[in-house]
């Protein structure tokens, strides 16, 4: 039997194999002797995983009576964002996307910031969502439960997420902690350095003429490692319980 992974709790501390089990008994606890409103709010307890990168994973509590846009911009900042690409989110057989995209056969879809959590979401609903068409990151969420606690409701609240995996250097034992852009895109394995082998990478690298240390970036706890122009999240720090990740007004 595969041994399962474990996980923080950002609100207690505690580890755990069934993260999702403990939130719903950490959280409602943790709010009632922390709260951050003075009232109660209704909330989705959502996990979220890479779809071919599982152990990647999120633990988030969700307002529900926000717009979809608001989960999008977290799971943006947190994981995806690199060059402003187009997303949406597919709720039982139903498109919702970040912007208006004509449509050849009739009215466009309602968007993100048209549609309301609480109106297409509810307890056990399975859903996706895709960043990037052209060189696409696919997550698999899940609701797993509807909390209703005093914490502030107008942002995602991150619970818990997986510890960053170890990447083994290409050329050595070591832990890889820089990615070659030069070769990601072909062979992550084979992009994967660790600090002492960045000048050896050279002569292995698949476009050792174009090879500069400025096409080295960080190793990235996020599904879309050596995707495209990712290079982390945008703010580490604000992911926690009580930091804000609302959607900037230019973004549609």
């Not at 709010?31 to 009232?39: G, V």
């Not at 509590?61 to 977290?74: A, I, M």
Request: net charge negative; proline share 6%.
């Amino acid at each position: 039997m595969k041994k399962q992974t474990t996980m923080v709790c950002r609100l207690c501390g505690g580890r755990s194999s069934q993260m999702g089990r403990h939130l719903q008994q950490c959280v409602p606890k943790y709010f009632s002797e922390h709260p951050s409103s003075s009232e109660n709010h209704t909330f989705y307890l959502i996990r979220v995983k890479g779809r071919y990168a599982p152990e990647y994973v999120l633990y988030l509590l969700v307002p529900v009576q926000q717009k979809l846009r608001l989960l999008d911009r977290f799971l943006r900042d947190v994981w995806l964002e690199c060059c402003d690409h187009l997303s949406s989110f597919y709720i039982n057989n139903r498109e919702v996307a970040s912007r208006s995209v004509d449509d050849f056969w009739g009215k466009p879809a309602k968007t993100m910031k048209q549609v309301e959590i609480g109106k297409v979401l509810s307890p056990k609903v399975k859903f996706s969502y895709i960043y990037d068409f052209g060189s696409p990151t696919e997550l698999d969420l899940e609701v797993i439960s509807e909390l209703r606690v005093s914490a502030i409701a107008d942002r995602v609240h991150l619970l818990a997420r997986n510890d960053p995996p170890f990447n083994k250097c290409y050329l050595c034992d070591e832990e890889a902690t820089q990615l070659c852009l030069l070769c990601a895109q072909a062979n992550l394995e084979q992009a994967l350095v660790c600090e002492r082998c960045i000048q050896a990478h050279r002569d292995v690298c698949l476009e050792p003429d174009e090879f500069e240390l400025d096409l080295l970036i960080p190793v990235t706890n996020s599904p879309r490692m050596g995707v495209c122009a990712y290079s982390g999240d945008k703010d580490p720090d604000r992911q926690s319980v009580g930091a804000t990740t609302e959607p900037s007004p230019d973004s549609s």
